[in-house]
Every structure is written in C-alpha cells, then in structure tokens.
C-alpha cells in the first residue's frame, strides 16, 4: 500500500484539472452492496460473493490513501444481518476472522489504524478475540484510519450512547449534539463528508445515522467486488464537484 502521493496534489490529478485544488473528502464510509448479486450472476455461492468483497477491501483502501482519505468507514455486517440464513452467517463470521488473522501485520505495516464501531455481544469469542488484537496492534498508527462497522446498527448505535449518558448522570440540560457525538462509536472523529453505495440501491440501511447528517451521497450499480480504484475516483470527484451548504445558502 505505499504511496507517495500527497493529498493536494491527490486531488489535482483526481480533478484532471490545473485550475486551483478540489477538495478530497476526509472521511469516506461505503455501503458495501452487492456481493451475493455479484455471486449470483457468475452462478457461484453467495459466500464466494462475500470473500471476493473482502478481497477487495485492500484495493479500495490502497485508493484511499492515494487520494489523501484520512478515514475511511466500511460496513462490513449490520445488526440486521444476523436475520439472514444460518449458513451464509456462520460463513461470514468465519471469513471475516480468516482475513482479520490474515491482514493485520499488513495493516499494522502500512500504517493503518483499525478501529471497531458496533457491538461485540453475541460475536464468537474467536473472532472478538482476533478484533481486539487488530485494534491493539494498531492504535498508534495514523496513515489512515480504518472504520470497520461490524455488528452496528445506526439506531443501536443512538439508543446505546443515551443510556451511557443516563449512567453517566448527565442532566438533560448537560445534553446537546456535541456530547451526544462525544457517546457514539466514532467519538473524536470527523463526521464522513462522502457515504458511498455500491450495488445499485438507493438507502442508509442504518447507517450511520447520526453522522451523516450533512454527508454527501454517491451511489452506483457496480457491485462491490468491483468497485475499484476508478470508481472510487469518480466518487470523489463527483463529490469534488458539489456545493455543501449545511443548511444554509
């Protein structure tokens, strides 16, 4: 994952344009869509879908810090995915344990701080095990920051952090958005400014919902597995091209 591209001069050659600097978004979550479909159509398992999806995690991230991302956020397994077949879950939880044990020092080496967002109740103690390791291992680097969202619900996600501030003993006049910001899973870090979609629909899936307030959206119908460093380019220079008013004119 080296590179030497530095984020200005990133965002010029994303832009193709000599004429002054287009902003690169600091914090890109993606909506990882489409694995099973991408599986389906080449007449291969679902689960084949999802390990191509996490194959592809490391070609996306390289892009990332390429294009001067400081933080990139991937939903990697919702609090409502627990509800799919038992089979395709068990799967999941055995793949994503598999790359986890597989990519650390990668990570670690490249300069890649992991951090979880979500809830560990109810994980396999052998795949919490290997998360807790990941984050320890790489707390101290800041090339880039890796949101994983695993086992997260954007409403969980709010319910959880106003009990936390009821066992905190705040009072109701001590609350506002930025101590509510202060008890969610991305605490310290900037809110995303560019959430992507692959797959072709059209939703949050609950996603961070408190966040994305003011998030710009990019969706496209490139299933996951595909999306590559072009299509992550055209996502940001899309983003590149667009007014953010934040309420305002």
């Not at 990882?32 to 879908?49: I, K, Q």
């Not at 994980?123 to 998360?131: D, F, H, Q, S, Y």
């Not at 949101?147 to 501030?165: L, Q, T």
């Not at 310290?188 to 307030?213: C, H, K, Y």
Request: aromatic share 8%; charged share 25%; with cysteine.
């Amino acid at each position: 994952m080296q590179t030497t591209t530095r984020p200005l001069e990133a965002a010029t050659a994303l832009a193709g344009t000599a004429e002054g600097i287009c902003p690169v978004p600091r914090h890109v979550a993606i909506i990882m869509d489409g694995n099973g479909r991408w599986a389906e159509a080449r007449g291969l398992p679902r689960l084949a879908g999802h390990r191509a999806g996490t194959e592809n995690i490391r070609r996306v991230l390289k892009a990332a810090v390429e294009f001067g991302v400081e933080t990139l956020t991937i939903y990697a397994f919702s609090t409502e995915n627990w509800g799919r077949p038992a089979e395709e879950v068990q799967g999941l939880l055995q793949l994503l344990e598999i790359v986890i044990r597989r990519e650390a020092k990668h990570l670690h080496a490249n300069g890649v701080r992991v951090r979880h967002i979500g809830r560990l109740d109810g994980v396999p103690e052998r795949l919490a095990k290997a998360i807790r390791r990941v984050l320890e291992l790489t707390a101290a680097n800041d090339r880039i920051t890796l949101n994983v969202a695993f086992n997260y619900g954007g409403r969980s996600e709010i319910v959880e952090a106003a009990r936390s501030m009821v066992r905190a003993g705040l009072r109701p006049e001590e609350i506002d958005e930025e101590t509510v910001a202060r008890f969610l899973y991305t605490a310290g870090q900037a809110d995303p400014d560019l959430i992507v979609r692959t797959g072709g629909e059209m939703r949050l899936s609950n996603f961070l919902l408190w966040q994305a307030a003011y998030a710009e959206y990019y969706a496209t119908p490139t299933y996951w597995p595909d999306f590559d460093r072009e299509e992550l380019r055209r996502a940001v220079v899309a983003f590149s091209q667009r007014r953010r008013r934040f309420g305002r004119l």
